[in-house]
């Protein structure tokens, strides 16, 4: 139980990779919160599921692109657990296609999801974060490299985050307070899964041929996160099965 005593905040921690990381930090022992969008029923069962392993649990409805709504998220979960040790910066959104044909809603979209939220909510969770604490953000592999057109705006987004990520480091280091980035690859969920119209072809730019799987994600999570990764900090770590290789 290397988090006993931990407490997460996890955004967008109701499917896909979030959930594998919120259920990761659970079962290594910390209690977890996780943000959702619109699936309470969702949300629900992933705090069942957290509680089942003995750890406290609790779900916050935020739309990442409502600032006061995450800042609330941050305050309601370190009020409930009376702690906050671990922020990981998860929930995002993929805006693709033709850069001539993205609008400005578009754009302004995938700013206020991809890169002012995660923003926000690390500036909101700095205070309450203890000391020798983390805040991990989940990036892309398009952050790396773009292998296909119409990436334009996400692939701005991501690599946004690679900036946030060593400046935070840089700020927050003299806490013993890490700061980091990881860049899943194609990952097997429901919004993008390994059987989906451009399943074939994403595995081919991989240099394992294969999806990964979002508990393949939250294992590097984990270890950022436990005492094993205390000395790593402003680091872009791929979890993308060779993509940007």
């Given at each position: 139980?290397?988090?006993?005593?931990?407490?997460?905040?996890?955004?967008?921690?109701?499917?896909?990779?979030?959930?594998?990381?919120?259920?990761?930090?659970?079962?290594?022992?910390?209690?977890?919160?996780?943000?959702?969008?619109?699936?309470?029923?969702?949300?629900?069962?992933?705090?069942?599921?957290?509680?089942?392993?003995g750890r406290r649990a609790l779900a916050v409805r935020a739309d990442?692109?409502?600032?006061?709504?995450l800042?609330?998220?941050?305050?309601?979960?370190?009020?409930?657990?009376?702690?906050?040790?671990?922020?990981?910066?998860?929930a995002g959104v993929g805006v693709l296609g033709p850069v001539t044909e993205l609008s400005l809603e578009d754009i302004d979209r995938a700013l206020d999801i991809n890169v002012r939220a995660p923003f926000l909510t690390a500036q909101a969770a700095v205070e309450r974060l203890s000391d020798g604490g983390r805040i991990i953000n989940i990036g892309s592999c398009m952050a790396?490299?773009?292998?296909?057109?119409?990436?334009?705006?996400?692939?701005?987004s991501k690599t946004a985050l690679t900036g946030l990520t060593k400046a935070l480091a840089r700020e927050l280091g003299p806490r013993g307070i890490t700061v980091n980035l990881i860049h899943p690859g194609p990952i097997d969920t429901d919004m993008n899964p390994a059987d989906g119209e451009s399943a074939a072809t994403q595995r081919g730019f991989t240099a394992l041929g294969r999806y990964g799987l979002p508990s393949e994600v939250a294992a590097t999570v984990?270890?950022?996160?436990?005492?094993?990764?205390?000395?790593?900090?402003?680091?872009?770590?791929?979890?993308?099965?060779?993509?940007?290789?």
């Open positions: 139980m290397t988090l006993d005593g931990k407490a997460a905040l996890i955004t967008g921690g109701s499917r896909g990779i979030g959930e594998a990381i919120a259920i990761r930090l659970a079962e290594d022992g910390a209690d977890v919160a996780l943000t959702y969008r619109h699936r309470a029923d969702r949300a629900a069962d992933i705090v069942e599921r957290i509680k089942a392993l990442s692109a409502d600032p006061e709504a800042r609330a998220a941050v305050a309601g979960a370190a009020a409930e657990f009376g702690r906050l040790d671990i922020l990981v910066n998860n790396e490299r773009v292998a296909f057109p119409g990436g334009s705006l996400y692939a701005t984990a270890h950022l996160a436990g005492e094993s990764g205390r000395y790593i900090s402003g680091a872009s770590i791929a979890v993308d099965g060779g993509f940007a290789a």
